[in-house]
């Protein structure tokens, strides 16, 4: 039976696309059949992450009710992608309430589904929620970000959306001499989890591979596969098929 996650957060500059790309590598690499759908309609940004070029045919297209589903979908290193389109026409035309649509095709012939929303609260972030089994949130351990996606709950609450989760990226540990001076971390697990009423499903540490891989326009699960943010996702990959 096919799953369908949205990875959203309250707010941009978190790592969300980050997150939802490297999920997918993951999942794929564990043989699952696996698509990633780019949903950021005015701003997608998987393309680039996993090194594909511009796509004829995307997201925007079917949206629009042009192309079929199999030219939008772009293969790279075993896992499938359906990316944004880069043109503003093509965005001006696409029609975001079409996108449960077109999951709902997609779910017919993969096991997971990962769409990338937009961040933030806005009428092209509703139709991922809406067409999710369950949210994926992702928040940076800072005030901003968490209070942002408290936000964002709001509105998954109100159209009834289940949330599986929160995926904590880019976190640093306290340093030494904090630690040795008994220095409170004000954003860690447990106050995370109680300002958003979820479960941490996994914590992603800030690492340089995975800049790395980002201007090498490669996975970082491929890029560097034992770096630690790779191990992280891979670990939350293994526990979303449980």
Do not use: C
């Not at 975001?96 to 092209?124: A, E, H, Q």
């Not at 809406?130 to 159209?159: G, M, R, Y």
């Amino acid at each position: 039976m096919s799953k369908v996650y949205t990875v959203i957060s309250g707010k941009g500059g978190v790592g969300k696309t980050t997150i939802a790309s490297n999920l997918g590598v993951s999942l794929s690499l564990m043989h699952k059949r696996t698509v990633v759908v780019d949903a950021d309609l005015a701003m997608g940004g998987v393309a680039t992450i996993l090194g594909l070029g511009e796509a004829p045919v995307s997201l925007h297209e079917l949206l629009a009710d042009k192309g079929t589903i199999e030219k939008a979908i772009h293969s790279t290193h075993g896992l499938d992608v359906l990316p944004s389109g880069q043109t503003i026409d093509g965005f001006l035309k696409a029609d975001p309430k079409k996108l449960k649509r077109v999951v709902d095709k997609l779910s017919k012939s993969y096991d997971y589904v990962i769409i990338d929303s937009p961040p933030g609260l806005n009428k092209y972030s509703l139709a991922p929620l809406k067409a999710a089994d369950e949210i994926l949130l992702v928040v940076t351990p800072d005030i901003q970000a968490v209070q942002a996606t408290a936000k964002l709950q709001i509105v998954i609450d109100a159209i009834n959306a289940n949330v599986r989760g929160v995926i904590v990226n880019r976190y640093r540990k306290p340093s030494f001499f904090a630690w040795l001076f008994g220095a409170k971390d004000p954003m860690g697990r447990e106050n995370i989890e109680r300002g958003l009423k979820a479960k941490v499903l996994g914590i992603v540490p800030e690492d340089p591979a995975v800049i790395e891989s980002i201007n090498t326009k490669k996975s970082v699960i491929l890029h560097k596969p034992k770096s630690p943010a790779s191990h992280a996702i891979t670990k939350l990959a293994e526990n979303l098929v449980k």
